[in-house]
Structures are given as C-alpha cells and as structure tokens.
C-alpha cells in the first residue's frame, strides 16, 4: 500500500521560509513523477510545483518561481518544498501528489486528476 505523508508546516511570518517534505512508501520504483499542489480557503487546488521521474526537469506556477526550489532525495524516498520569501497568498494546505503511472514527463504537470497517490496535506500559514 503507497503512503504519502507530508511534514514541515506552520506558522511564519511574512518573508520569512519553510521546507516541507514528503515521504512516500510503498511504492516498487522511484520512477514516479510528482507534484506539490496548494489549496487556500474558498479557492480551487492549484499546482504549484512538479517534475519528471528523474527530476530533471522541474516546473513552477509564475507566483512561486524564484522564490521555491522543489527536490528529491531518492535514496530517502522524500520530496522538498524549499519555500522562500514566503507571503499572505502562499498561505494554504499544501499536499503531495505522486503520478499514478511510472515514466511521466512535465506534460499536464498540474492536472490533479493525474495523480493516484496524494498526501493528507500540511498546513502553511504566512502572517503579515
């Protein structure tokens, strides 16, 4: 059975950084591509980051790039949201979402309909 479990949220003011992670178990292969997806109160779940199997190739949504790195260690299994200079919209849940397929590329990186294996989120709050 695939695990996905989030960590790493909380409370900080603006400017200021998290790191989120998540760790994923289960699964017979890294060769999974992945996303971090946001949702924010009374708004729709966006994609906010994501990259191919072998993580070369990373995408971001325009309001995060600059300002957030995504990565992996595949010998831990664990994703990072390294977040930076972080602001009143960044704040939301933020779930990781693991490609249901193996081999994906960036196509469709923020469709969420995509992803079979999702985390129960963590919650990252920015004070102004």
């Known amino acids: 059975q695939v695990q996905v479990v989030e960590s790493g949220g909380g409370l900080v003011q603006a400017g200021g950084s998290l790191r989120l992670s998540c760790t994923v178990t289960?699964?017979?292969?890294?060769?999974?591509?992945a996303a971090w997806f946001r949702q924010a109160p009374g708004k729709e779940r966006e994609g906010v980051s994501g990259f191919t199997w072998t993580a070369r190739d990373i995408a971001y949504i325009d309001s995060v790039k600059g300002r957030f790195t995504m990565s992996r260690d595949a010998a831990k299994n664990t994703l990072y949201l390294q977040m930076n200079t972080l602001n009143d919209d960044d704040t939301a849940m933020y779930y990781c979402?693991?490609?249901?397929?193996?081999?994906?590329?960036?196509?469709?990186?923020?469709?969420?309909?995509?992803?079979?294996?999702w985390g129960q989120g963590t919650q990252v709050t920015v004070s102004s």
């Open positions: 289960g699964l017979t292969s890294n060769h999974h591509a």
């Open positions: 979402a693991i490609d249901r397929n193996r081999w994906g590329d960036l196509t469709r990186w923020n469709d969420s309909s995509r992803y079979g294996y």
